[in-house]
């Protein structure tokens, strides 16, 4: 019996936990394996089914989608760690998204409701049985890919899926750094390169610019869409063929299995079309005699998705001028993700950079997982992943609720991780014997606006006068984009600390406004210093 305590019976695992597609990896005798999943495909659609014939994962689960696609959750990606409120529901999901106190969730026939950090997790036991079939070992460290762009809620429920999904130890690295792991395995650890990877996937894009030298990789800028990938072109595609044939039909309406084969249709129509010129779509509706036929090529495909095609370049564009760049200087292009397959991508990609700096050597749909593999293989042979020195950004604002209910920023957007930051704070009324601090996230200047992510009260002061007591609020962010905040009584040594984990399988996503403290309770700077 495998024990986790043996070492020669453990291994760890990368997985790249994608919006349309996932895909795992480890490494064997010093080479990137891509593990295989039950239908023997190394690229596994993120779908899960529950319905009453049980649960099911992958590609069974997408091959249920057109029969049952009320039960089946797909892209669910675009739904972690989001209000209801953020999201659109002009698209037609096929499953029933509902508001489940002011968060997404999901209701299916035979279990609700339904969360999408329990679709990630759902997809992540499914990839570690794969591996362990594979290896023949338990998978006990996992790295897990996300997008650049994820916030911490984002981040701390797809940690919170893993280690639902079994998973012991988790670090969570950023989609297009793991990319430039995988392009950086081979090279010699002398070079010194300027990356630019472009990440156009099935749900997001993603462009990041790194300084890599040697195993130091340092983000210098970041740009990202969250809807931006090919599930989106999928539905442009759609929409194409409905036009086309509503002028033949005024009246044709489909129904929710029937909207569900086409999307599938235009998927393969539009995958076909990165080998193909063109590519034949037929679809059977119930009230028509005749199949829906339209032949789709690449200049369709080009119209009709060109705004998104441009809109990757601009954003690639808009994040080498942050780093301070011209594409002159860009040492390598590293091209991954599904989309960016599309001919015309390459053809725009082309007119932007030369042969020389275009680098297609890495498998599209595979690179990321590699990579992330290549850092678990690393962090269990070491025990330690600092070996690798990854700093990245901070993708959203931190900071504090002020006793007239605006947002203190401790932490801005865009600064470089690891870091710790320190406020001196103090009471702010006469013989005040509690402080609550209330830690938020996001961009605006009214805290209930922003979200809410925890607390941390420090209680049993000693009674004094408004402004007399030594406090401190400490913030610490780690390079797993984990926060611990801790606050201090310098008076009499008290310490209250919280790792804030605040995302549970549906949690207190909520915002400032419903977890506002009382003026009593609040606080006052003293003044401030920085550590990093």
């Known amino acids: 019996m495998m024990s986790p305590d043996d070492e020669d019976c453990t ?11 996932s895909c795992a990896a480890i490494f064997e005798d010093s080479e990137p394996n891509v593990i295989s999943d039950s239908t023997g495909k190394t690229k596994t659609p993120s779908v899960v089914c529950f319905s009453q014939e049980g649960l099911s994962v992958g590609t069974s689960a997408k091959n249920r989608r057109i029969l049952q696609p009320k039960n089946c959750v797909y892209n669910s990606k675009r739904f972690l760690g989001r209000r209801y409120s953020e999201i659109d529901l002009t698209e037609n999901w096929g499953y029933e998204i509902v508001n489940y106190g002011g968060e997404v969730a999901f209701r299916v026939d035979v279990e609700t409701p339904l969360s999408p950090m329990r679709v990630s997790e759902e997809i992540l036991r499914y990839l570690k049985n794969c591996a362990e079939d594979h290896t023949g070992k338990m998978i006990t460290k996992s790295v897990i890919t996300v997008p650049a762009r994820f916030n911490h809620v984002q981040r701390q429920a797809t940690l919170n899926a893993a280690k639902n999904a079994g998973f012991e130890q988790v670090f969570l690295l950023n989609e297009p750094t793991a990319a430039a792991l995988a392009f950086h395995h081979g090279m010699n650890d002398a070079d010194e390169k300027y990356v630019v990877v472009y990440d156009f996937g099935g749900g997001t894009f993603d462009v990041s610019v790194l300084h890599v030298r040697g195993r130091n990789f340092t983000a ?190 401790v932490i801005a957007k865009g600064e470089r991780l690891p870091l710790m930051k320190e406020l001196k704070v103090t009471t702010v009324k006469n013989s005040q014997t509690k402080v609550i601090f209330v830690v938020l996230e996001g961009e605006c200047e009214q805290a209930a606006e922003n979200s809410y992510l925890g607390q941390v009260v420090l209680s049993n002061l000693q009674p004094a006068p408004a402004g007399k007591l030594n406090l401190r609020i400490q913030f610490v962010f780690n390079v797993n984009s984990m926060l611990v905040v801790s606050a201090y009584d310098d008076d ?41």
């Open 220 to 409: 210098l800028a970041a740009c990202g869409d969250a809807h931006l990938g090919g599930a989106d072109i999928d539905q442009l595609l759609v929409k194409f063929c409905l036009n086309k044939w509503r002028k033949l039909y005024p009246d044709l309406n489909l129904t929710v299995e029937e909207h569900q084969k086409l999307l599938h249709l235009c998927e393969s129509a539009k995958e076909g079309l990165s080998s193909a010129k063109s590519k034949h779509v037929e679809l059977y509706v119930s009230n028509l005699a005749e199949p829906l036929v339209i032949d789709l090529n690449r200049d369709d495909l080009k119209r009709e998705a060109e705004s998104l095609f441009q809109r990757t370049i601009d954003l690639m564009n808009e994040a080498i001028t942050r780093a301070g760049l011209q594409p002159s200087q860009i040492d390598h292009v590293v091209v991954v993700g599904g989309s960016s397959r599309i001919p015309h991508v390459r053809e725009l990609l082309s007119d932007c950079f030369t042969k020389d700096q275009l680098s297609y050597g890495l498998n599209e749909d595979e690179a990321v997982a590699i990579g992330a593999a290549k850092l678990a293989n690393h962090w269990k042979a070491r025990s330690d992943i600092r070996d690798f020195v990854i700093q990245e950004f901070v993708s959203a604002s931190l900071g504090l609720q002020t006793s007239d209910k605006k947002m203190l920023v």
């Open 11 to 21: 291994s760890s695992i990368g997985i790249d936990l994608g919006t349309t597609y």
């Open 492 to 532: 009499t040594g008290e310490k209250q600390e919280a790792a804030l984990n605040c995302y549970g399988a549906f949690s207190m996503l909520n915002t400032a406004e419903s977890c506002s403290t009382d003026y009593d309770d609040s606080f006052s700077l003293r003044n401030s210093c920085r550590k990093d």
